[in-house]
């Protein structure tokens, strides 16, 4: 029976347990460059140093009007890709491999003097009015995506993920809620993810597989469910997607009627049977327990903890231990788990 600390390996990716750090913006780029500095080393060497097989950088961003504040994280640049070198290189000489989720906020930009989205919808009256990109601006986004992927690649990367979820950019246009386009993005929903996973396609490794976010169901009244998302799934599994990291909402101001422990992880299990792609599940997975049953009874092929590595960079090591697992941490700390 497969364990939460079970290798994990799909084409040229090979994880020595199927722990995750899913992406969590540290809103830390002080100097407003999207340059990542020691506060992103830290944070996440101390992850790998603690023991998690797959660390996937938080959400950075193709242009500096697609981040969700000046703060975030940027992909749009040369510039960028020496700092992001240095944070993998660090985390994989731990024995942890690397993600990097690449997107765009689209409407929820909070700085951008102008956002731009799918439709000219406002997100809520706290947001500004987004401008609705044009069908030639939709075709050079998509080319951002790409110079963006091609950057991430160059600088190290094991796997790349694409940001589908949580209201951003790609979640707008492959919602009904939010795209009322009438070209050719709007007749075909799913059309501008599938092309930025092309994008990705063409710049990526043939071995390096592709992970998309994606929110499974919206929760804003008339919201999209899991049958439409999983429609929207199979047409991003043909266009290249190896991995579905499920999630959900985002998409308006209102949220689940409870978000408790694995308040996600059926939808993970209802994608990962009906479209038959290894999965990743998220949302308030922290308990180790949880986090075990939810592999061992084939909810998903991997499991991504958020708070619990907010609260505890070695996480991964602890559930280890807990579930009768050996040390995970570096040779330099096992006298910490000596008898002696």
């Known amino acids: 029976m497969t364990t939460l600390l079970d290798s994990f390996e799909i084409k040229g990716l090979k994880l020595k347990n199927r722990i995750v750090m899913p992406p969590m913006c540290q809103y830390s ?9 020691d506060w ?21 961003d193709v242009e500096p009007d697609g981040r969700i504040t000046d703060f975030d994280l940027g992909i749009w640049s040369n510039d960028h890709i020496p700092a992001f070198k240095r944070i993998i ?11 990097i989720q690449i997107a765009h906020a689209g409407r929820k930009a909070e700085d951008a003097e102008v956002p731009v989205s799918s439709s000219s919808i406002q997100f809520s009256d706290r947001y500004k009015q987004p401008r609705e990109l044009t069908t030639e601006e939709v075709k050079e986004m998509v080319g951002k995506f790409e110079a963006g992927f091609r950057r991430a690649v160059q600088a190290g990367v094991d796997t790349i993920e694409i940001h ?19 070209d050719v993005y709007g007749e075909d929903k799913a059309r501008f993810g599938v092309e930025i996973i092309e994008a990705a396609k063409r710049v990526m ?67 990962r049977e009906a479209v038959n792609i290894p999965t990743i599940a998220v949302g308030r997975m922290e308990d180790y ?11 998903a092929d991997l499991v ?16 280890s231990l807990v579930l009768g697992g050996d040390p995970l941490t570096p040779e330099q700390y096992r006298a910490g788990y000596s008898i002696r």
């Open 164 to 182: 589908g979820a949580h209201g951003y950019l790609i979640h707008q246009f492959q919602s009904p809620l939010t795209n009322k386009r009438t």
């Open 29 to 37: 780029v002080k100097a407003k460059d999207g340059i990542p500095n």
């Open 89 to 99: 290189e660090s985390c994989q000489s731990y024995g942890a491999k690397v993600g």
């Open 205 to 271: 490794p043939e071995s390096m597989p592709l992970i998309l976010r994606i929110s499974a169901v919206e929760y804003a009244e008339g919201g999209y469910d899991l049958d439409y998302s999983i429609e929207l799934i199979k047409r991003y599994k043909e266009a290249g997607v190896d991995i579905l990291h499920v999630s959900s909402g985002g998409e308006g101001t209102s949220g689940p009627a409870s978000a408790g422990p694995g308040y996600q992880l059926d939808f993970s299990a209802a994608v």
């Open 289 to 299: 327990d949880l986090s075990e049953q939810a592999i061992r009874e084939g909810k």
């Open 304 to 319: 991504a903890v958020g708070r619990g590595m907010l609260r505890n960079p070695y996480w991964a090591n602890e559930a």
């Open 40 to 60: 992103h080393y830290t944070h996440y060497t101390s992850r790998a140093v603690g023991g998690t097989g797959l660390i996937i950088i938080e959400m950075t």
